[in-house]
């Protein structure tokens, strides 16, 4: 990944990509997590109260 003898900057953008790639692994567990506790918390729910989960499920994956 870094050489040795590499330009410094080389290095920075080395480390600045693994913590963007970190970063998008995290939000992606939270957001399944959450989908996957909405989705056992309502369970066969039907109707408004269901559409209101689903809703929110929706909006939730912009967070």
């Not at 600045?16 to 399944?32: E, M």
């Not at 309502?42 to 109260?49: F, I, K, N, R």
Request: net charge negative; charged share 20%; proline share 2%.
């Amino acid at each position: 990944m870094l050489e040795l003898g590499a330009a410094a900057g080389s290095g920075c953008f080395a480390v600045t990509g693994v913590g963007s790639v970190h970063s998008v692994i995290a939000l992606t567990l939270v957001r399944d997590h959450l989908d996957h506790c909405l989705s056992d918390a309502v369970g066969t729910l039907d109707g408004p109260d269901r559409a209101r989960i689903d809703e929110f499920r929706h909006i939730a994956k912009y967070l």
